[in-house]
C-alpha cells in the first residue's frame, strides 16, 4: 500500500464519517461540520488520486478541482452559519423541529 | 447580418446576462426591477436566436474563450437542452413579472440578485458539457434556491430553508465524489470524452452510485423527498414556482443527461427497475399526502412528489431503449414545469386574497378572482393529464411505452395517479366554488399577477397542441439515441 492509497483510504474514511454524523447528531452546528468534514474527506481522495495518476508531478487537474471546491464549500458553510443564527435566534434552539404530520 | 446573427454565441450571453444582472441588482438596489425585466427579456431573445441556430444549423457547440475540450470547458446544446432553455425563459419571465406585483420594494431588492444568480445557474446547468463545471452550476443552484427560499426570514421558511440546504449540500458532495472518481479513472470530466472511454470496472459503478444518489436527493425522489414539502410551501410564491417549476427539474436533466451519455453502457437492469420501483411509489404517496393536506401550498408541493415520480417511472421504462418513454419523460417536464408554476403563481393570488392558505376557506375565491382559480383549474387539467394538454400528451407516451413493454403494473399506477390528482385538485376547486352570500372586502391581487398565471395554465394547455413540434426540437442532436460522439 502506497502512501497516495493511504490517504485516499483516509479520504474515504473521513466521508463517511461526516456522512454518519449528519445522520446522527441534531444540532445544526454539527451537521454543518459533519458537512465540512465529508468535503474534506473528498478533497483528499482527489489530492490523493492526483499523485497517483500523475507519475513523478501532480496531476494539476483535481488540484484545481480542490480549490474550487473550497471556495465553494466556504461560501455553503457561511450561509449555512447565517441561516443557523438566525433560526437560532428565532426560536431560541439551533436544531431542526421534528417532523410534523399534519 | 444574418450571416453575422448565426455566429453569435447566443450560449455564451444566456449564462453572462443573467450573471451581470445579478451583480448589478446586488450593486444597485434602487433599479433592481428595471434591470431585472431588461436582463430576463434579453434572455428570451437570446433562447429564441439560440432556437433559430439550431433550427439552422443543428447542435450548439461553443468552446470558451477558444480552448477546446479537453484543456477547455465545452458549452453544449442539444434538443433537450434547448427545450429546458426554453421553458427556463418562459417561466422565468412570468414569474418575474409575477414578482414585480407579490414583493413589496425592500424585498424586491433581496429577490432579484438571488433569482437572476439562479437563472445563470439553471442556463450553465444545461449548457455545460463538462462535469466539473456542471457541480459548480449545481452549487450555485442550490445555494441562491436556499437563499430565496428563507426570503420572507419567518420560522418556516429558515427551518424549511435549512433542511434544503443540508440535503442539497449532501447531494452535491456525493456528486463531486463521482466526479472525482471520473476523473480517476478515464483522465478527463469532458462528457463527451467520458462517453468514449467509460467502460464497466469498479470505479465506474460506484461514481455511478455516488453520482446518482446525490442527484436523486436533489431531485427528491421517494424516500429523499423529506426536504421539499416544507421548503416549497414555505417560500414565497414566485420562489415556489421556480423551485417546483425548474430547479427539481435541473437535477434531474442533469440525471437523464449522464445516463443517456456515460452511464448507459453499464447496462444497469437493476439500477433502472429500483428507480422505476421508487417512482412508483412517489406517485401514490405524494397523491395520497397532497389528498390529506389541509393548507393548499403544502398540497401543491406533495403534488410535485408524485409528479417527480412520473419522471422516473418514464426513466425505468425508457432504459430497455424505448424511445417513446424518453420522449414522454421530456414532456412530461416540460408541461410539468408550466403548470405547476402556474398553480404556485395562482395560489399565491388565492393567499394574498384571503390571507392565509387553509383549503377549507377558499370559499369566495371563484366570485373574487375567477381569472386565478381558472388558471389554478386549467393547470390542473395538465397535472391530472386530461387530454388537451401537455400533460395528457407526456401521460399518453408514457402509458405507449408501458403497455409496448407489458408493465401492466406500472400502467396501473399511471393511471390511478391521474385519478388521484384529480382527487386532490376537485378538493381544492370545490372549495373555492363554494357560494356565500356576504363576501367581505379581502385585497385583491394585481391584474398583472392573475394574468401571468393565467398565461402560464395556458402555455400548458397550448402544449398539448404543439407536440409535433415541439418533437422535431427535442431530436435536434438525437438526445436520446445510441449515438456516436464525434470529436
Not at chain 1, 490523493?48 to 507519475?55: D, E, S
Not at chain 2, 460506484?206 to 421517494?222: R, Y
Not at chain 2, 399526502?289 to 410535485?304: D, V
Amino acid at each position: 500500500m502506497n502512501a497516495a492509497f493511504f490517504y485516499a483510504l483516509v479520504g474515504v474514511g473521513l466521508f463517511c464519517t461526516g456522512l454518519y454524523a449528519l445522520i446522527v447528531y441534531a444540532h445544526l452546528l454539527r451537521k454543518i461540520l459533519a458537512l465540512n468534514i465529508m468535503g474534506s474527506g473528498i478533497f483528499l481522495v482527489l489530492v490523493a488520486l492526483a499523485k497517483r495518476t500523475g507519475g513523478m508531478a501532480a496531476d494539476p487537474v483535481p488540484l484545481a478541482m480542490v480549490i474550487t471546491g473550497i471556495v465553494v464549500t466556504v461560501s455553503a458553510t457561511a450561509l449555512a452559519l447565517t441561516l443557523m443564527l438566525r433560526l437560532a435566534a428565532k426560536t431560541g434552539r439551533a436544531e431542526l423541529p421534528e417532523e410534523r404530520r399534519e | 447580418m444574418r450571416e453575422a446573427l448565426l455566429n453569435i454565441p447566443w450560449g455564451v450571453a444566456l449564462i453572462l446576462l443573467p450573471l451581470a444582472g445579478g451583480i448589478a441588482c446586488f450593486l444597485w438596489q434602487t433599479v433592481t426591477t428595471i434591470v431585472g425585466l431588461i436582463i430576463l427579456s434579453a434572455v428570451v431573445i437570446s433562447v429564441a436566436g439560440l432556437a433559430w441556430q439550431m433550427m439552422e444549423s443543428g447542435v450548439y457547440r461553443h468552446a470558451v474563450g477558444g480552448w477546446n475540450a479537453p484543456l477547455g470547458i465545452d458549452l453544449y446544446a442539444d434538443g433537450l437542452s434547448l427545450l429546458m432553455l426554453t421553458v427556463t425563459a418562459l417561466v422565468g419571465l412570468c414569474i418575474s413579472i409575477y414578482s414585480t406585483g407579490y414583493f413589496e420594494p425592500k424585498r424586491s431588492a433581496r429577490f432579484w440578485p438571488l433569482w437572476l444568480f439562479l437563472l445563470a445557474a439553471l442556463n450553465a446547468l444545461f449548457l455545460s458539457a463538462d462535469i466539473f463545471n456542471l457541480y459548480v452550476t449545481l452549487e450555485l443552484m442550490g445555494l441562491a434556491a436556499v437563499a430565496l427560499t428563507a426570503l420572507s426570514g419567518d420560522k418556516d421558511a429558515l427551518t424549511g430553508a435549512m433542511r434544503y440546504l443540508l440535503a442539497t449540500l449532501l447531494g452535491s458532495l456525493a456528486y463531486l465524489f463521482g466526479v472525482g472518481l471520473l476523473y480517476h479513472g478515464f483522465g478527463s470530466i469532458d462528457i463527451a470524452i467520458l462517453a468514449q472511454r467509460v467502460e464497466s470496472i469498479p470505479i465506474t459503478w460506484a461514481a455511478f452510485g455516488l453520482m446518482s444518489t446525490g442527484l436523486i436527493l436533489k431531485s427528491a425522489l421517494f424516500p429523499f423527498h423529506f426536504w421539499l414539502p416544507p421548503a416549497h410551501a414555505s417560500a414565497p410564491a414566485p420562489v415556489s414556482a421556480v423551485l417546483s417549476a425548474l430547479v427539481v427539474k435541473a437535477s434531474f436533466y442533469l440525471l437523464l443527461r449522464l445516463w443517456l451519455e456515460i452511464f448507459k453502457p453499464l447496462g444497469a437492469e437493476g439500477v433502472e427497475s429500483l428507480l422505476g420501483l421508487l417512482g412508483a411509489i412517489a406517485v401514490l404517496w405524494g397523491s395520497l399526502l397532497a389528498l390529506m393536506q389541509t393548507r393548499l401550498k403544502l398540497l401543491i408541493a406533495y403534488s410535485t412528489v408524485a409528479q417527480i415520480g412520473y419522471l422516473f417511472i418514464a426513466f425505468s421504462l425508457a432504459a430497455s431503449n424505448s424511445v417513446t418513454a424518453w420522449y414522454a419523460a421530456a414532456y412530461l417536464t416540460l408541461s410539468h414545469a408550466l403548470a405547476k408554476a402556474a398553480m404556485f403563481l395562482s395560489a399565491g393570488n388565492l393567499l394574498h386574497f384571503a390571507g392565509q392558505d387553509r383549503i377549507a376557506d377558499l370559499d369566495r375565491a371563484v366570485q373574487r378572482l375567477p381569472l386565478s382559480v381558472t388558471a389554478f383549474a386549467l393547470a390542473g387539467v395538465s397535472i391530472m393529464g386530461i387530454p388537451p394538454s401537455g400533460g395528457f400528451i407526456g401521460k399518453w407516451l408514457l402509458l405507449e411505452a408501458a403497455i409496448q413493454q407489458s408493465r401492466w403494473g406500472m400502467v396501473a399506477i399511471i393511471l390511478l395517479g391521474g385519478l388521484l390528482a384529480a382527487g386532490y385538485i376537485f378538493k381544492v376547486l370545490g372549495h373555492a366554488f363554494t357560494q356565500v352570500t356576504v363576501a367581505p372586502d379581502s385585497p385583491i391581487p394585481s391584474a398583472l399577477m392573475q394574468w401571468t398565471a393565467l398565461l402560464l395554465a395556458c402555455a400548458a394547455i397550448l402544449l398539448g397542441f404543439l407536440a409535433p413540434q415541439v418533437l422535431s426540437l427535442l431530436v435536434i442532436g438525437d438526445p436520446f439515441s445510441t449515438r456516436e460522439v464525434t470529436l
